[in-house]
Nanobody, 126 residues
Framework: QVQLVESGGGLVQAGGSLRLSCTVS????????MAWFRQAPGKDREFVAA????????YYADSVKGRFTISRDSARNTVYLQMNSLKLEDTADYYC???????????????????WGQGTQVTVSS
């Protein structure tokens, strides 16, 4: 059983920064491609960023490229999302997800991820 627990959300002013963390249970964390998605009120859940299980390949949505950074610490079974220069439109619930298929492809679709966290809320104020 794989469990994901997010933390680090909160209220921040526009232009500020937050770092989200996602701690993963499971002995083979290093073989999981990890991703962050977000869902704003009334909108569909959308891809934000992902980091492949092998190597350091990362992929970002255009809306966050240059502002957000995804990273992982295999020793701590944790993936991070550093969010800088936050905008009002970044307000959403952020979800961590794991793709345990060992695919070399970094997926951006929800259906490719088989384990999810419960989400952490990020609110950006003006």
């Amino acid at each position: 059983q794989v469990q994901l627990v997010e933390s680090g959300g909160g209220l921040v002013q526009a232009g500020g920064s937050l770092r989200l963390s996602c701690t993963v249970s499971g002995r083979t964390f290093s073989t999981y491609t990890m991703a962050w998605f977000r869902q704003a009120p009334g909108k569909d859940r959308e891809f934000v960023a992902a980091i492949r299980w092998s190597g350091s390949l990362t992929y970002y949505a255009d809306s966050v490229k240059g502002r957000f950074t995804i990273s992982r610490d295999s020793a701590r079974n944790t993936v991070y999302l550093q969010m800088n220069s936050l905008k009002l439109e970044d307000t959403a619930d952020y979800y961590c997800a794991a793709d345990t298929s060992k695919s070399i492809v970094v997926h951006t679709t929800r259906s490719s991820y088989d384990y999810w966290g419960q989400g952490t809320q990020v609110t950006v104020s003006s």
